[in-house]
């Protein structure tokens, strides 16, 4: 039994290319959701949230007008925003370091490198909203805890308790 | 040759050709993107799309015709296990060497191979789905992707930052 109400999901799919606003698009057709909103910049997408807030945010990395990474900070950051937690996925081209790592900086919850492939794309966004990592605000990010945690809990030998 | 789904390709049942007419959304933006000379990371993704939906339906295909009975069904696997086995080689050889890979050869040749395969083989069910309500609520509830399977991935596969 599914954990995820697929089909109660709403997702914001924000990329410039139509192919793969058409692809992501059927990605999460095809895992049941049903309420599936498109933009193709970041600063379009942010006005649409403003709008209706939603449930998962999956973003295109270069765009013009605004980016990946920029509207990630814009969501996080801004006075404006109707949703500073918001689950972002990056879903970039480019898999160069400089760039995760600012997205990284900029608050973004997971990062998926294109091609993507369905069930990559889907278990990403599985783990993003079922293995939520704490949300941490210091003088200069506001984002999730950008330490990784492992995914299955520690199980060896209690060193305090021996 | 059919380039597009019509309804001389209804199989009778309409999650099966809802499946098919993915398929040819999916090729008609395989042939789209490489017409429009995107790059790799936009046809190694729709090709991706192709070669996981193509997998899921079969799975779905299979289950109706496990269902109603279909006494060719074990012929009808082994011509699935083929085109299966034959997209994931050219999909692993295009991811390989992209700039080099003939996409357009394959895209004619999955278009070709998927009009003649429901057209030829699965409309070939349609007498023994037609009225059985057995069969299909047997895929009424299957999800074209295992939810399942995608969550528990989520929860215990251990994964880093892809830096």
Redesign the interface.
């Known amino acids: ?4 109400d ?1 089909r109660r999901l709403s997702v914001l799919v924000v990329e410039d ?1 139509r ?2 606003t ?2 992501v698009s ?2 999460m057709r ?3 959701v049903r309420d599936i909103r498109t933009a193709v910049n970041g600063a379009l997408a942010f006005s649409l949230l403003k709008d209706r807030p939603v449930d998962v945010a999956l973003v295109d990395q270069l765009m013009d007008v605004m980016d990946g990474v920029t509207f990630t900070r814009t969501v996080r950051t801004d006075p404006e925003s109707p949703d500073a937690f918001l689950p972002i996925v990056l879903v970039s ?1 480019c ?1 160069e ?1 400089g760039m ?2 600012r997205a ?1 900086d900029a608050g973004i919850n997971d ?1 998926v ?7 990559t794309l ?3 966004i ?2 993003t909203l ?2 939520p990592r704490p949300y941490v605000k210091t003088t200069s990010f506001f984002g999730p805890n950008r330490r ?1 945690p ?3 809990p520690y199980n060896g030998s209690n060193r305090r308790n021996d | 040759m059919l380039s597009s789904w019509d309804e001389s390709l209804s199989v009778g049942v309409t999650s099966i050709d809802a499946d098919h007419k993915l398929l040819f959304h999916l090729l008609d933006d395989l042939q789209g993107a490489l017409r429009d000379n995107e790059d790799s990371s936009v046809v190694g993704s729709v090709l991706n799309g192709l070669v996981a939906y193509t997998g899921y339906h079969f799975a779905r295909e299979e289950r109706i015709m496990e269902v109603c009975g279909y006494p060719e069904l074990a012929q009808h696997r082994g011509l699935h296990e083929g085109i299966r086995a034959r997209i994931a080689t050219e999909s692993k050889a295009y991811h390989a060497n992209p700039l080099e890979f003939d996409s357009h050869a394959l895209a004619v040749f999955i278009r070709d191979w998927l009009v003649g395969h429901v057209l030829g083989q699965d409309t070939k069910i349609k007498p023994y789905v037609t009225a059985n309500f057995e069969a299909v609520a047997a895929i009424g509830g299957m999800p074209l992707v295992d939810l399942d399977d995608i969550e528990n991935d989520a929860m215990n596969e251990d994964w880093q930052w892809p830096i």
């Open positions: 039994m599914a954990n995820i697929w290319n192919y793969m058409a692809l059927t990605i095809s895992a049941g081209g898999c370091s995760v790592r990284i990062v490198i294109k091609p993507v492939a369905p069930k889907l278990t990403h599985a783990r079922l293995v990784r492992a995914a299955t």
